[in-house]
């Protein structure tokens, strides 16, 4: 049975009916939500009214009129959260795997997303997201929704706490413990903002440039890392042309890096909207039909097309 098939009987079998339930709230969701936006705008013209006692009413007014809409959508967003998060998401989960362990209050391990060392600045506190974990043969893995933040001091002391990184992240046993760390990233996030659009061949956090032998992958990403044999060693031509399927199949910015005895691998969303939308209710798109089942299930199969493109299932190296 084709996944376009199972994915079928799922719809047909327990979800098109409660999709179609709430599809009436999903609708007053946002209806309220657009009602909100006049009343806005009439806000922002009453500070144009030369009265001034009318001017300060019709602000208040409008205003609080616009926070009740928004209040209203809220109410309704609330109550669609629980079923996405906790049934449709749930069971395409066990759709892929009926053993996968899923999650949908999980703050993903600081101390393992540091570990990667894919960022240079050190995440210090995360968001509550959807985490699946499980195993693919005899490697086990942890994909999970991930919403980090670090911590930003200006020059009064004032702390604030920025998005470090928003997106999908997965890290999976590599079966051989490296000496160095190797380091995949988007090739234009190092070209962006240099000299002619050309590669340092130091970075001061990745490490020293790795050439390789695949043009199109390295059109792709840039590779860094501590040793230029190990770099190698780790990224043979077979593995290389899984890293450019598994990015053409998602397009869009990924990281990988190899450190100590795993691979972690961060899909960026990092304005939120994109990701948001596939894992949460919103107004304006119904989501009853089959098709708007595919895009969540395809980036929740990410975590075991990662091991299988990548070959991470292969017991060829073990571990000292």
């Known amino acids: 049975m084709t996944t376009d098939d199972k994915l079928q009987e799922l719809f ?9 339930e709430t599809a009436s709230i999903r609708q007053k969701m946002h209806k309220n939500m657009l009602l909100a936006i006049p009343f806005v705008v009439m806000a922002i013209l009453m500070f144009f009214v030369p009265i001034m006692w ?33 049934t449709l998401v ?36 995360s968001q509550e997201g959807i985490m699946i974990m499980g195993e693919v043969e005899k490697t086990p893995f942890y994909f999970a929704e991930v919403n980090t933040e670090y911590v930003s001091t200006n020059d009064e002391g004032k702390k604030t706490y920025p998005t470090l990184f928003y997106g999908l992240m997965f890290v999976a046993d590599f079966n051989k413990h490296l000496q160095g760390r190797t380091f995949v990233v988007p ?4 070209k962006e903002n240099l000299l002619a659009g050309k590669e340092k061949k130091t970075h ?17 990403f840039s590779v860094y890392g501590d040793s230029q044999q190990e770099a190698r060693y780790v990224l043979t031509p077979a593995m290389m042309e899984a890293m450019t399927h598994i990015y053409k199949q998602y397009n869009r910015k990924m990281y990988f890096s190899f450190v100590g005895s795993h691979v972690y691998c961060a899909i960026s969303f ?13 107004g304006k798109k119904n989501t ?13 199969e990410l975590g075991e097309l990662i091991i299988k493109e990548m070959n991470l299932n292969t017991r060829i190296w073990t571990k000292k």
């Not at 001017?55 to 928004?70: N, P, S």
Request: charged share 25%; net charge positive; no cysteine.
């Open 12 to 20: 047909e079998r327990e979800l098109k009916q409660p999709l179609a």
């Open 54 to 86: 009318l001017r300060i009413v019709g602000i208040i007014a409008f205003l609080l009129i616009a926070i009740y809409q928004f209040a209203v959508s809220q109410h309704y967003y609330s109550k669609l959260v629980p079923f996405y998060r906790n």
């Open 90 to 125: 749930a069971k395409l989960v066990k759709l892929i795997n009926p053993n996968y362990i899923y999650s949908t209050k999980e703050r993903f391990d600081l101390d393992l997303f540091n570990a990667s060392k894919l960022f240079q600045t050190k995440a210090i506190r």
């Open 187 to 190: 090739d234009k996030d190092l």
């Open 204 to 220: 001061p956090h990745y490490g020293q440039l790795v050439k390789l032998e695949n043009p199109e992958f390295e059109s792709i």
């Open 270 to 282: 990092m304005h939120g909207i994109a990701l948001h939308r596939v894992f949460y209710p919103h």
């Open 288 to 300: 009853t039909s089959l098709d708007d089942l595919k895009e969540p299930y395809k980036l929740l």
